[in-house]
């Protein structure tokens, strides 16, 4: 019997649990079980040179699951003033993600990819020969035991400068990995770690002032230009209006516009929900626009 993250010393596992990145408070955690053979148990525990270790074979998921966190972290320090603790993925959350995927063996628990990096098995007639990577014994396990556990495992197998038999495609999941969870939580900007995700953009005073805050739209966060940002102030100094890219022209004499500011005034015209003025707009603006209806 073995114990996944049992091989951690004192000062890791704790760092580890400093930083949220286990979910279990005990190095000796029954949960963390695996049930192995006296050989299995030999190789799969030694310290230095283990013959073959085990990770979740979808590592996007944790990697997604830090990604929101983060923003989950920033959202509440930013009103807090306080930057809270890391939540990781539990054994059940793995396997809640996998079901919903309807990962097929998913039932019994989160699904494990086995590499096996030496030959310590014994021979045996008809047997091919031995090839590192996925076990020739079934590369794909459940278990019921933390996902964080076993990733703690896995990326010590990085420390190697030889690391043939482990696929590419694994290795740089787990350094993404690696470099999500060192990444400093800044709360005055934004990440790398958090790049490309959709998240939700909460309506601004902009919005409000042009009817666009009633409801929450999901977008890619992109910068906003400083024409974009400067547009409605520029708009109220000068008292010229603009109305879906439709260029309008103002009468000097009278103060008013053309036919495209009557159309936002028309009963059936959605757009006249809209207000048009910011907060520099003056009275002497109101009557100068209103001069062709009184």
């Not at 996944?4 to 990145?21: E, I, M, Y």
């Not at 990697?63 to 923003?71: G, V």
């Not at 059940?92 to 079901?99: A, E, G, K, N, V």
């Not at 990440?191 to 042009?210: A, F, K, Q, V, Y």
Request: proline share 6%; charged share 30%; net charge negative.
């Amino acid at each position: 019997m073995s114990l996944a993250g049992a091989d951690l010393t004192s000062s890791q596992f704790h760092d580890a649990l400093r930083d949220g990145l286990i979910d279990f408070q005990e190095k000796q955690n029954p949960q963390n079980a695996i049930a192995l053979c006296g050989t299995c148990h030999t190789n799969f525990d030694h310290v230095y040179n283990p013959s073959f270790f085990f990770l979740p074979t979808d590592l996007n998921y944790f990697l997604n699951y830090e990604r929101q966190d983060r923003k989950r972290r920033r959202k509440l320090g930013r009103r807090t003033g306080t930057i809270p603790a890391r939540m990781c993925p539990t054994a059940q959350t793995y396997q809640d993600h996998q079901r919903h995927q309807e990962v097929e063996g998913a039932g019994l628990g989160g699904l494990y990819t086995r590499i096996v990096i030496n030959d310590f098995l014994p021979q045996y007639p008809g047997r091919a020969p031995f090839q590192p990577g996925p076990s020739e014994y079934g590369a794909t396990k459940s278990w019921t035991g933390s996902p964080m556990a076993s990733l703690q495992r896995a990326v010590l197998m990085l420390r190697k400068l030889n690391l043939y038999g482990i696929p590419r495609e694994i290795r740089d999941a787990l350094r993404q990995l690696q470099d999500a969870y060192s990444e400093e939580l800044d709360l005055d900007g934004s990440d790398t770690s958090s790049e490309g995700c959709i998240e939700p953009r909460e309506p601004e005073e902009n919005d409000l002032e042009e009817g666009g805050g009633g409801k929450y739209e999901y977008k890619r966060r992109e910068p906003r230009t400083k024409s974009e940002q400067s547009g409605a102030e520029q708009r109220s100094a000068s008292g010229n209006r603009e109305q879906d890219n439709e260029e309008h022209k103002v009468n000097k004499d009278e103060g008013c516009t053309s036919n495209s500011e009557d159309k936002a005034l028309q009963p059936g015209n959605s757009s006249s929900r809209f207000w048009r003025w910011g907060p520099s707009a003056t009275s002497d603006d109101a009557a100068k626009f209103f001069q062709r209806v009184l």
